[in-house]
């Protein structure tokens, strides 16, 4: 508790655990942190969205943290590694293992420039009551919290009452009544927490294609689709690789694999690569 990167956080906040592990490097205290959680099953609208915030806060310096779990957690670190930013995973056992433990070579790569961080010591196995008080520790750790998507019954609306009543500031993404995903993150607003809009969700060419108000992307970016499906028809591939070998800026091929993915050429699967719909 008297580590200088945590000191603060503990000072506020007695409740949370006096002894962390972590691996890694801690960003400086004063670098603001936002967490950016929601469903493992997640739509591809709640993929969009945590990449349009994602992109929008590493823009602005800050640290993304979430949970390494399936769904929008690993999408939220995969993107900030793929721009080059700062990530933590907080974790629900010892730092012996990824949890889940398809995400091991996720946590590798996230401790190269961030962090993993746990209230529990090494060979601490994820049971569930951990996973609880990973969910606490992560609401204490961050400034801001944003739930993309997420169940009524889900740990991330837990996580998020739990911000809510330690007074951080959260928000929750409006979605459709009628989406099961969605019913977490629209009781959230109702209970207080703020309405997450993006205006650039709009603003982008990628928006507006799948809005239909305009034809198309035009000659270079048709070009830069069909070299990503060629690309992947060889084999799936994370993020990082996918944009060494596509060769152009990260934020124009991220554009271009949401818009794939809207029209079901390509995916994000859990095993933390893009792969081509029908392909391997």
Known sequence: ATDPHYYHIYAHDPKVPLVLYYRGKLAQPKIPLIGIIGSRSCSSYGRRVT??????????GKVIASGLSFGIDALAHETTLALGGT???????????????AHAQLMERIIESGAVVTPYSYGKKALPF??????DLLAAWCDTLLVVEARIQSGS????????AKGKRVFAVPNSLLEPNSHGTNHLLAEGAHVYLNDSLLATPVARDILGSHEGHGTAAQGQGQRILTILTEKP??????????????????ESLAAMEVADQVEYRSDGRWHRVGGP
């Open 237 to 254: 591939l994370g993020t990082g690789a996918l944009v060494s070998l596509v060769g152009q800026d990260i934020p124009l091929v991220m």
């Open 51 to 60: 990449r349009e915030a994602v992109c929008e806060a590493v823009a602005q």
């Open 157 to 164: 609306i837990r996580t998020a009452r739990t911000a809510m």
């Open 130 to 135: 951990r996973f609880i008080g990973r969910n």
């Open 87 to 101: 990530t933590y995973a907080f974790l629900p056992c010892g730092l012996h293992a990824a949890q889940p433990a």
